[in-house]
């Protein structure tokens, strides 16, 4: 049945066979014209390969999180070095718990150093599906600092303030609001 159907179409109509024999010009325009489609169609896709809508979409989201990312990881320096210095020292035992509130202040500062470093230094590019695993923060964990009272510190960590915490010499000194009248 389909051999009969394929049968009745018979040839293909001779006007859609180009030649080169006929009309050189107008075959040549034809073949330029479809190079020029197809450099086209190229440029096109070289530029939504580059400006992907996705990527870009992607890397402002993770542009947030790394940003959130920095904030928690300022607030929870913040919370560990209040529980560190926070106990009083009971009669007699001064020195083991200043030795272990240095202790705890020192793991803290190492664990933020290693996650600014993070955020300083990214391993991978913020238009990758990477970067939001990388700069993901708990929502327990985020819940626990703000109702330990951390919730009201909304202060913006960018990568000028984590590097003047991390290299304090290396930082460019903030000018001072203070006026010194003589």
């Known amino acids: 049945m389909a051999i009969s159907f394929l049968m009745s179409l018979g040839q293909p109509d001779e006007s859609f066979v180009m030649t080169w024999d006929g009309s050189v010009e107008g075959s040549l325009l034809v073949m330029f014209g479809l190079l020029i ?58 020195l083991t718990c200043c030795l272990r509130a240095k202790k705890s202040a020192l793991s803290a500062i190492r664990l933020f150093y290693r996650d600014a470093e993070k955020v300083l230094y990214p391993e991978c590019e913020l238009d ?33 303030f984590l590097e003047s915490l991390l290299y304090p010499k290396r930082a460019e000194p903030l000018p001072s609001r203070n006026k010194i009248i003589m």
């Open 37 to 94: 489609m197809m450099q086209m169609l190229l440029l096109f896709y070289i530029v939504l390969a580059h400006f992907q809508p996705c990527a870009i979409y992607r890397q402002q989201l993770n542009e947030t999180c790394r940003r959130r990312y920095g904030n928690f990881i300022f607030r929870r320096l913040l919370t560990q070095l209040d529980r560190a210095l926070m106990h009083r020292p009971i009669v007699g035992e001064e």
């Open 128 to 160: 990758t599906l990477a970067a939001s695993d990388v700069y993901f923060v708990l929502d327990d964990e985020e819940n626990e600092l703000n109702s330990a009272g951390y919730s009201s510190v909304n202060f913006d960590v960018t990568d000028a």
